[in-house]
């Protein structure tokens, strides 16, 4: 194998450029030749290969985002699509795609890998909803964004004896949700993968109000049966039972923008190398993560469409902390 490429795709998050930075340096520390492909899989498509050296990559590790740019390519979707993109691949002489991304951008390089490509997949999301890694990069730094928001909001709710109900990224995964809510010592949580309903929250709340407490914090997942905003819609009728004066932070996309964290920064250059291994090895078709502290890869036929389990134990933990 003499020529690679790298592409950053999906949501974009805090450790990308971190991963691009390790598969370029791993990789010409090899002997390869290293291109970066800007926009993910539009990139591909559109054939645009940028020759990367190791110097190109120089002061970009403490950076948010992805210096390539990350798009979401509906074309990529479609069987032409991505038969446009294996033209170029071929056509411009690569040998080995390395696919940054989280769940989508993953079941997108696991169809690249079955036309035949040598494809390897970097765990990398905010959500932390892809099996075969038990940390993806940009988590880390995205739960303390959440958790410095929910220290903040807990300062300014004392002084108003408020209770906030905060949201937080994280799709149809209540990880980011759950330990945020643990970290920041919230009276509860809302996730995906429990039905809480709104009445159980009032409760709560009241419960909270009664013991004296001078503050409240919900941490609601975005992808959880009632959002903030729903929530908010029920809370304002049932004022009177709450007790506390009740205020919404959406984080959103303020949970992306951070400097990786150094959790990030080192996860992300463990990836970025092993994807370079892996493909040097000649172990195609799979997804390089971290499993049980350490680094594995894991075939993506087995990641791609699978649910990753929330941790029952954190969540029990998460109610007898309240
Ligand atoms: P993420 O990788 O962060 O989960 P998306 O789900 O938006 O982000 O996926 C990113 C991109 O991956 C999509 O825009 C598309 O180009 C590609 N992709 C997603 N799902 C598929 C699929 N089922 N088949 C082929 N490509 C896909």
Same mark, same amino acid.
């Given at each position: &194998? !003499?020529?690679?490429?790298v592409l950053?795709?999906?949501?974009?998050?805090?450790?990308?450029?971190?991963?691009?930075?390790?598969?370029?340096?791993?990789?010409?520390?090899?002997?390869?030749?290293?291109?970066?492909?800007?926009?993910?899989?539009?990139?591909?498509?559109?054939?645009?290969?940028?020759p990367l050296?190791?110097?190109?990559?120089?002061?970009?590790?403490?950076?948010?985002?992805?210096?390539?740019?990350?798009?979401?390519?509906?074309?990529? !979707?479609?069987?032409?699509?991505?038969?446009?993109?294996?033209?170029?691949?071929?056509?411009?002489?690569?040998?080995?795609?390395?696919?940054?991304?989280?769940?989508?951008?993953?079941?997108?390089?696991?169809?690249?890998?079955?036309?035949?490509?040598?494809?390897?997949?970097?765990?990398?999301?905010?959500?932390?909803?892809?099996?075969?890694?038990?940390?993806?990069?940009?988590?880390?730094?995205?739960?303390?964004?959440?958790?410095?928001?929910?220290?903040?909001?807990k300062v300014?709710?004392?002084?108003?004896?408020?209770?906030?109900?905060?949201?937080? &990224?994280?799709?149809?995964?209540?990880?980011?949700?759950? &330990?945020?809510?643990?970290?920041?010592?919230?009276?509860?949580?809302?996730?995906?993968?429990?039905?809480?309903?709104?009445?159980?929250?009032?409760?709560?709340?009241?419960?909270?109000?009664?013991?004296?407490?001078?503050?409240?914090?919900?941490?609601?997942?975005?992808?959880? !049966?009632?959002?903030?905003?729903?929530?908010?819609?029920?809370?304002?009728?049932?004022?009177?039972?709450?007790?506390?004066?009740?205020?919404?932070?959406?984080?959103?996309?303020?949970?992306?923008?951070?400097?990786?964290?150094?959790?990030?920064?080192?996860?992300?250059?463990?990836?970025?190398?092993?994807?370079?291994?892996?493909?040097?090895?000649?172990?195609?078709?799979?997804?390089?993560?971290?499993?049980?502290?350490?680094?594995?890869?894991?075939?993506?036929?087995?990641?791609?469409?699978?649910?990753?389990?929330?941790?029952?134990?954190?969540?029990?933990?998460?109610?007898?902390?309240?």
């Open positions: &194998m !003499k020529k690679i490429a950053t795709s999906g949501g974009d998050a805090p450790g990308m450029n971190a991963a691009i930075r390790a598969v370029v340096r791993t990789g010409v520390q090899n002997g390869l030749e290293v291109y970066g492909v800007p926009l993910g899989y539009q990139g591909l498509i559109d054939g645009k290969f940028i050296g190791p110097r190109d990559v120089g002061g970009i590790i403490q950076k948010g985002g992805t210096f390539l740019g990350s798009a979401r390519c509906e074309e990529f !979707k479609t069987e032409a699509g991505r038969k446009t993109a294996l033209r170029a691949l071929n056509g411009n002489g690569i040998e080995g795609l390395v696919v940054i991304g989280g769940n989508g951008s993953q079941t997108g390089s696991y169809l690249l890998s079955e036309m035949g490509f040598p494809v390897v997949g970097v765990a990398s999301t905010i959500d932390n909803d892809l099996v075969g890694s038990d940390i993806t990069i940009g988590v880390d730094t995205a739960l303390n964004i959440a958790l410095e928001a929910i220290d903040r909001l300014t709710g004392s002084s108003h004896q408020r209770a906030f109900l905060i949201e937080v &990224m994280g799709r149809k995964c209540g990880y980011l949700a759950l &330990m945020a809510a643990i970290a920041g010592g919230a009276e509860t949580v809302t996730l995906p993968e429990i039905d809480v309903e709104p009445e159980e929250i009032v409760k709560v709340l009241s419960e909270a109000y009664e013991r004296g407490k001078s503050h409240a914090i919900v941490v609601v997942a975005e992808g959880a !049966k009632y959002n903030a905003t729903k929530l908010a819609e029920y809370f304002t009728k049932h004022h009177e039972e709450i007790g506390f004066a009740l205020r919404v932070t959406i984080l959103g996309h303020v949970q992306r923008g951070g400097s990786p964290s150094a959790q990030d920064r080192i996860l992300a250059s463990r990836l970025g190398a092993g994807a370079v291994t892996s493909l040097l090895k000649g172990e195609y078709g799979v997804l390089v993560g971290w499993v049980n502290n350490a680094l594995k890869t894991t075939p993506l036929k087995d990641v791609v469409g699978k649910k990753k389990q929330l941790d029952m134990e954190l969540f029990e933990l998460a109610r007898v902390l309240d």
